[in-house]
């Protein structure tokens, strides 16, 4: 089952709003990665993170991998309606095998209101 | 193509059929992997090959379920006897290297047991 809790569990937004969410876990991770998906699509790579405490910024989304490597944020900044999606973190668990299989969060899902 | 090509996009299957879904990952990518995606959650991990090696099946719910990839390129998973819980859409990903390397996701096999 799943090991990465992540929230919110649905965004309902207006156009130029920040948004943030985030992923929480009890296991420590050597990657965090955010995908976001649309309906019908799988999901595409946003930011990728290989460091505890890295920042690392997209466009107008931003994402840091936390400091205990148990967590991970993403911001995005001055929402558009084609933010619309589902956005899963998904992380590699220490220990995996570095062999890059994934652990995906339930997911949030933006909806942003022109 | 440049991106991964999974077919069909949409299989119904009554139950009790046996089912294959194909995979094809991008050009030299090395590592290749299935996930299940239930209505409404993240994807969940079922099986990862490295070129033809499969390394992980760890996630295949039962022996019903059966992946190869014979030639280290295209992927083939194969459920038999379906039933209605194997309902859900099945996505493959490759990547380039072993950990480390980000996942490129196909659209998927919508996979519907009546």
């Known amino acids: 089952g799943q090991q990465l809790n992540q929230s919110p569990q649905s965004m309902f937004i207006q156009e130029g709003e920040d948004v943030s969410m985030n992923c929480t876990s009890s296991?420590?991770?050597?990657?965090w990665l955010w995908y976001k998906q649309e309906p019908g699509e799988g999901p595409v790579l946003l930011i990728a993170?290989?460091?505890?405490?890295e920042l690392t910024s997209n466009g107008r989304l931003t994402a840091q991998f936390g400091i205990t490597r148990k967590d991970s944020f993403l911001n995005i900044s001055a929402s558009i309606p084609s933010d619309v999606g589902i956005y899963f973190c998904?992380?590699?668990?220490?220990?995996?095998?570095?062999?890059?299989?994934?652990?995906f969060g339930q997911g949030t899902t933006l909806q942003v209101k022109p | 193509g440049a991106g991964v090509s999974q077919s069909p996009r949409y299989k119904v299957a009554k139950r009790g059929q046996d089912v294959a879904l194909r995979c094809d990952p991008i050009?030299?990518?090395?590592?290749l992997f299935w996930y299940q995606q239930a209505l409404g959650q993240g994807p969940e991990f079922l099986t990862y090959?490295?070129?033809?090696?499969?390394?992980?099946k760890s996630g295949l719910p039962s022996d019903r379920f059966f992946a190869e990839r014979p030639e280290g390129s295209v992927s083939t998973l194969k459920i038999q006897r379906t039933q209605q819980e194997d309902s859900a859409v099945y996505l493959c990903?490759?990547?380039f290297g072993q950990g480390g390397s980000p996942l490129h996701f196909g659209n998927g096999t919508r996979l519907t047991v009546t």
């Open positions: 998904a992380g590699q668990l220490r220990g995996s095998g570095n062999t890059g299989k994934l652990i």
């Open positions: 050009s030299g990518h090395v590592s």
């Open positions: 296991s420590i991770f050597n990657t």
């Open positions: 990903a490759s990547s």
């Open positions: 993170l290989y460091k505890a405490g």
């Open positions: 090959f490295q070129n033809e090696a499969q390394l992980d």
